[in-house]
């Protein structure tokens, strides 16, 4: 007959047991706290009242534009005489202006034309949508400006001719990977400079 050593028998009761249970249920709860993601934010932006100035007048246009952009010259490989860049530093945006002698020539109108639509339609495979409107300027011409919605590089342009002599584009880019919903205040920002350099927009020669 196989013989067992006597074991201690003393009862201790359930309350180390529930009391084991507690810290493990604390324990995991507490470690469940420590990893739950937390939703993406964003910085906020701050905007400044806007403030306005000339164009230097050894181009063929001039408007008024914001005095914290700093305006450079087209440094693109396809630039062209008389096309600028206005940057935002504090913002991350950039408009880009071409300018396109029109030279009395129709053909050439339609040409400029053509291709300012056809760099705008390139956005729409993620484009949402493209609003278009035609808006009167003091100068006596009629400027496009298009607007489009969804996660675009380019969610504002327009462009502005006199048929006969001048045609110039303009479009807004973004140099960040911030959505464009989370921007919305920078690009209505920015859209508004747009709208005031076309109000204030003259031809020189």
Same mark, same amino acid.
């Given at each position: 007959m196989r013989y067992f050593p006597k074991t201690n028998t003393k009862k201790t009761g359930v309350w180390p047991f529930l009391a084991f249970a507690v810290l493990l249920g604390g324990s995991l709860m507490s470690c469940e706290n420590e990893f739950a993601p937390k939703?993406? $934010?964003?910085? *906020?932006?701050?905007? =400044?009242? =806007? %403030?306005? %100035? #000339?164009?230097?007048? &050894?181009? =063929?246009?001039?408007?008024?534009?914001?005095?914290?952009?700093? %305006?450079?010259?087209?440094?693109?490989?396809?630039?062209? *005489?008389?096309?600028?860049?206005? &940057?935002? =530093?504090?913002? $991350?945006?950039t408009i880009q202006v071409t300018y396109k002698p029109v030279l009395k020539n129709n #053909?050439?109108?339609?040409e400029y034309l053509s291709d300012s639509y056809n760099l705008t339609s390139k956005h729409n495979v993620k484009a949402y949508s493209i609003d278009e409107a035609v808006i009167n300027l003091p100068n006596g011409v009629k400027a496009t400006v298009m607007e489009l919605s969804g996660e675009v590089p380019s969610p504002f342009q327009f462009h502005v001719t006199d048929s006969v002599d001048h045609f110039l584009r303009g479009a807004l880019y973004f140099k960040t990977s911030t959505k464009n919903d989370s921007l919305a205040p920078v690009i209505n920002y920015v859209k508004n400079d747009m709208i005031y350099m076309l109000n204030s927009l003259e031809w020189r020669y």
């Amino acid at each position: 007959m196989r013989y067992f050593p006597k074991t201690n028998t003393k009862k201790t009761g359930v309350w180390p047991f529930l009391a084991f249970a507690v810290l493990l249920g604390g324990s995991l709860m507490s470690c469940e706290n420590e990893f739950a993601p937390k939703p993406k $934010g964003y910085n *906020r932006i701050e905007l =400044p009242e =806007p %403030v306005y %100035v #000339q164009l230097a007048d &050894t181009l =063929p246009y001039n408007f008024s534009f914001s005095a914290f952009a700093n %305006v450079s010259s087209d440094s693109s490989w396809i630039s062209e *005489r008389y096309w600028i860049d206005l &940057t935002y =530093p504090e913002l $991350g945006a950039t408009i880009q202006v071409t300018y396109k002698p029109v030279l009395k020539n129709n #053909q050439l109108l339609k040409e400029y034309l053509s291709d300012s639509y056809n760099l705008t339609s390139k956005h729409n495979v993620k484009a949402y949508s493209i609003d278009e409107a035609v808006i009167n300027l003091p100068n006596g011409v009629k400027a496009t400006v298009m607007e489009l919605s969804g996660e675009v590089p380019s969610p504002f342009q327009f462009h502005v001719t006199d048929s006969v002599d001048h045609f110039l584009r303009g479009a807004l880019y973004f140099k960040t990977s911030t959505k464009n919903d989370s921007l919305a205040p920078v690009i209505n920002y920015v859209k508004n400079d747009m709208i005031y350099m076309l109000n204030s927009l003259e031809w020189r020669y």
